[in-house]
């Protein structure tokens, strides 16, 4: 937690006229953010059903005792949206801060505490959503209230949207609002969740912005065989055929490519790295060195392996009912997550000869999170975010990230804003305890936290506010 004065240093040294005049008790404010992230959790907007309506609810009465308005928008009267818009002069192109209000369930009997409480010990705030996504929610409804507090002059409206369904039902979220209620959300930058920090003795050694994310198109493999007594071999088992097409598509090596994300990411990472590390991501795309790299990712850090390609990987198989029956049919599922510019049909083809097998057939999922570009490293919003983050966290290196999950920036990326995701700084500890997103005891750090709700407001103070 930084306090006045500590800031008050910070902004003598910060050229940024715009800040000179907007002080922030981060103290007291932290404190308040606190509480609201606490209430936020007690709410079980638990996806599905979701009852997002009662956090929108809730967002909506805080915002109104600062005298801001917000309007609901829902194609579920149960599932609302909330939107909020500080009005600039207009000289510049909107903001728009998202944050979901849905969450993931729970398995409670795992959890030191009822996962909606929002327990508070030893610096912590634990609760399904204290990282995922009620944190943004709270950050961003925080900025707004900071705005109208200080009274900003902006030169561009700065707007909230608290949407719902991001956990696999966008229809009720983002897509109803870029489909039906684009005039109140469009904007020229988004910044919402899928950032994170990376803090290495007790300073933020990392800084994590997402600007870009692998897009889901998983795809059902459908075997077909003759059914029979499991007495008699046959050499059209539909278990047989599903095993063999699985495990032809898990060893697939799919082509490897960098795009301006994951280009810069290596080459900053090769930059801080020790050396035995740093010659991995020097030699990602030399030629000479390129697979034993990829092979040592595999190994040793998946995740890296990931993002340099469109990754197929088997999640469920569903096969047979008893033990001397041959099915007729035998069905997997394939997780694809595919590389942002990927051609989904080529690739689906390419599958296809992969598999090579006429009795199995693939069958896509609906496509629910459109193509899109990845944001740029090098227009003033990224480099706004890259500052702040240096003057904040002065260790830090900034590394652009491609998530291999998905959000419902990909929606509005789709529309042409450029979008990017921040997060709270954790320890290496902390990301391995298992206390993440979607984990169990589900936790964030309340400096880490307050950090991220600071880095925000100057952010969009210095994106946004009048000199
Ligand atoms: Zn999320």
Redesign the pocket.
Known sequence: MRSVSTLLFLLLLTPAAAQRSYLVDWDAVGAEAIDHLVELVQIPSVNPPGNETEVAEYVKAVLAAEGIESRLYALDPARANLVARIEGNGSKQPILIMG?TDVVGVQPEKWYADPFSGMRQDGYIYGRGTL??KDNVAAGMMVMILLKRLGVELDRDVIFLAESG?EGTPDVGINFMVEKHWDVIAAEYCIA?GGQGVIRDGKVHTFGVETTEKMPRRVTLVARGTPGHGSIPRLDNAVMILANAVAKAAAWQTEMRLNETTEAYFRRMAAIAPPEEAVLYENVANPEMTDEVQQRFLETFPYHYSILRTSVVPTVIDAGFRRNVIPSEASAILDIRMLPDEDVEGFYQSLAAVIDDPRVEIVPEPIYRPAAPPSEIDNEMFQTLERVAVDMYPEATVLPIMSTGA?DMAQVRAKGVQAYGIGPARTIAEINSGFG?HGDNERVAEDAFVSMVEYLWRVVLEMGASD
């Open positions: 979901h995922d996504d991001e969740e959000t997103a």
